[in-house]
């Protein structure tokens, strides 16, 4: 009997955690409304082919559950396969890797694309963020399925599997209760970095059993962003907190499962490549008949209007971005997941930690705002703002129109292409992809520059967001 495939499918009703408001952190307003932020020197000399292999076929998770017990799991999912895998990898899910762990035991875990793949129009799209994950979930359950399953199962003294399970299962348990979100599509990357830093010695870091920062209960969560921007950006982050080696920045996510840092400083190697595939990687285009005139129209108002933040886009003279933060009282957009990462412990422990304090460095520097992001693809990206709240790109140019509450049918096929973005049903509620603004963290008020259009101006730049 598959003991670890039963208990590792099953799943918890919604986990509700308390709700404590944080201290709103102190922004002097009169001192800046956008502030640049600055670049930071990066090795760009990497290979983008050997990078995305990486991606799909690296170790950088370095633990995980037994191979055997993956692909009895993987012939009951999904066959989506957007790109060949080596023979190791024959069968498995395209977001899950199987590899060799460092004892020499065949594993399997997830990969960047578990959440940096996603559906639109009925396609999957490598990079583009799967706004239909649904982590509402507790995954607690399925933590002690593994872990349970793996006793069972395994035996410690003859088996390879159980050491290379340990540390992907030390950190899967100390994660777990920290993640389950409180909307559908909201995604707790950082969440899940927090939980499992926060079990990390921060100079080697090696798993401890004494959390060495405190965690708020509640659980906040955003909307995952397409992997196309980061070769624009400065900075990572819906804040901007993210400076230095983005080859760093971007391997947080083995703090899952790698077990200490020489196995870190082994795929930050390999990461330099993961950044130049980064590089490389172009934002799909828009698949309808866009209105050429209209789009013309809507070209100047956008760059006299919007560009000042989100760059302008000219196949002649190449595109600009500034890399601005907004300060959170100008955009005025929910300001609950900026506070809370500016205050949570993660920022000293990393700043103290290998990804810092190790060449080439990375560092966490809060800021007062969130960054405007690039628009590359902007029609394949909804919803929109850093929470998820807003389901059309027109709603975000027009904010009296944006719902309390809307419900997707969670088809990726169901799709708005004259508003851009999804459609939905503002009366259903209670329904399994009901957001609800009024949540914490989640409200849909802010950005409201695009008021300022008239209907007509409003629809021509519309137009012009389809080009881009």
């Known amino acids: 009997m598959r003991y670890l495939y039963i208990f590792s499918t ?11 408001p944080l201290a709103e952190a102190t922004v002097d307003i009169d001192a800046w409304k956008t502030r640049v932020l600055p670049p930071s020197p990066q090795d760009t000399t990497g290979n983008p082919a050997a990078g995305f292999d990486f991606l799909i076929h690296g170790d950088y998770i370095g633990s995980g559950v037994p191979l055997e017990i993956m692909q009895d799991a993987a012939s009951k999912m999904p066959q989506d396969q957007p790109y060949l895998r080596n023979e190791l990898n024959e069968g498995i899910p395209y977001f899950m890797t199987a590899f060799i762990a460092p004892n020499g035991a065949k594993v399997a875990n997830g990969n960047c694309f578990t959440c940096h793949a996603g559906k639109v129009d009925g396609e999957l799209v490598v990079g ?7 982590f509402e979930k507790s995954m607690v359950l399925m933590g002690v399925g593994m872990r349970m399953g793996m006793r069972v199962q395994y035996n410690k003294k003859k088996d390879l599997q159980p050491e290379a399970f340990e540390d992907f299962g030390n950190y899967f348990k100390r994660m777990a209760p920290k993640v389950n979100t409180t909307q559908p599509g909201s995604n707790p990357a950082f969440r899940l970095a927090e939980a499992c830093m926060m079990h990390r ?50 391997l947080q996510a083995s703090v899952l499962g790698t077990p200490d840092s020489s196995h870190s400083r082994t795929s930050v190697k390999a990461f330099k490549d993961v950044y130049a595939w980064l590089l490389s990687l172009e934002s799909p285009a828009y698949p309808g008949e866009i209105d050429q005139d209209l789009a ?9 209007k919007c560009a000042g933040c989100h760059g302008t886009y000219d196949d002649e003279k190449g595109d600009t971005y500034p890399n601005k933060v907004v300060n959170l009282d100008v955009v005025k957009t929910d300001r609950l997941y900026a506070d809370y990462i500016n205050q949570s412990g993660i920022v000293d422990w990393y700043n103290e930690s290998w990804f810092a304090t190790s060449s080439p460095a990375s560092s966490f520097e ?24 807003v389901p059309t790109v027109y709603q975000v140019l027009n904010s009296p129109e944006r719902p309390d509450r809307w419900t997707r049918s969670g088809d990726s096929k169901d799709y708005d292409w004259k508003h851009l973005g999804w459609n939905y049903n503002p009366d259903l509620k209670n329904e399994k992809w009901t957001f609800d603004t ?4 989640y409200g849909n008020g802010g950005h409201y520059f695009g008021d300022k259009f008239s209907e007509d101006e409003r629809w021509a730049v519309v137009e012009y967001l389809k080009t881009l």
């Not at 583009?128 to 649904?134: E, I, R, V, Y």
Request: aromatic letters at 14%; one cysteine or more; glycine letters at 10%.
């Open 438 to 441: 009024e949540v914490p963290g």
């Open 296 to 304: 013309s129209a809507g070209k100047p108002l956008f760059n006299k």
């Open 201 to 250: 010695d921060p100079k080697d870091l090696t798993y401890v059993d004494k959390p060495l920062y405190e965690m708020w209960d509640y659980n906040i969560g955003t909307d995952t962003p397409p992997l196309w921007h980061v070769k624009k950006k400065n900075t990572l982050y819906y804040n901007g907190i993210g400076r230095g080696s983005m080859p760093k920045l971007l």
């Open 128 to 134: 583009l963020g799967d706004s239909f994950s649904d």
């Open 10 to 20: 099953l799943l918890l009703f919604v986990a509700c955690n308390a709700y404590h």
């Open 366 to 389: 809060p800021t007062g705002g969130y960054v405007a992001p690039p628009l590359d693809g902007i029609w394949a990206t909804a919803p929109y703002f850093h929470n998820g709240s």
